[in-house]
């Protein structure tokens, strides 16, 4: 019922920023809390900041807070990550995830459409 497919990507130098948008198909788009999680290499995957159906209200890891902002634009059926002042250790593959819950849950299993990824890379 619902599609995500993400993008935005890429190579960037610490301190540098990135955008990251996850396009959504699907009428209900706006009824699903949508997250960002993140894996790197030999990790699990961990939540980053998430985001109910109105973008007033928002949640993040202590790791990015300060950093990283999540924005969804119903109209457009798209959510925004917007990431400044990036650290190697945000390397990752970043993914976005619906919840047909409503709600933002930092555990993974708690989403039930998932993006296929998109590549995120720090350099020091």
């Known amino acids: 019922q619902v599609q995500l497919v993400e993008s935005g990507g890429g190579l960037v130098q610490a301190g540098g920023s990135l955008r990251l948008s996850c396009a959504a198909s699907g009428r209900t788009f706006s009824r699903y809390a949508i997250s960002w999680f993140r894996q790197a290499p030999g990790k699990e995957r961990e939540f980053v900041i998430g985001?109910?159906?109105?973008?007033?209200?928002?949640y993040s890891a202590d790791s990015v807070k300060g950093r990283f902002t999540i924005s969804r634009d119903n109209t457009k059926n798209t959510v925004y990550l917007q990431m400044n002042s990036l650290k190697p250790e945000d390397t990752a593959v970043y993914y976005c995830?619906?919840?047909?819950?409503?709600?933002?849950?930092?555990?993974?299993?708690?989403?039930?459409?998932w993006g296929q990824g998109t590549q995120v890379t720090v350099s020091s």
């Open positions: 995830a619906a919840s047909s819950g409503f709600l933002v849950s930092r555990n993974s299993r708690n989403y039930d459409y």
């Open positions: 985001v109910i159906r109105s973008s007033e209200t928002t």
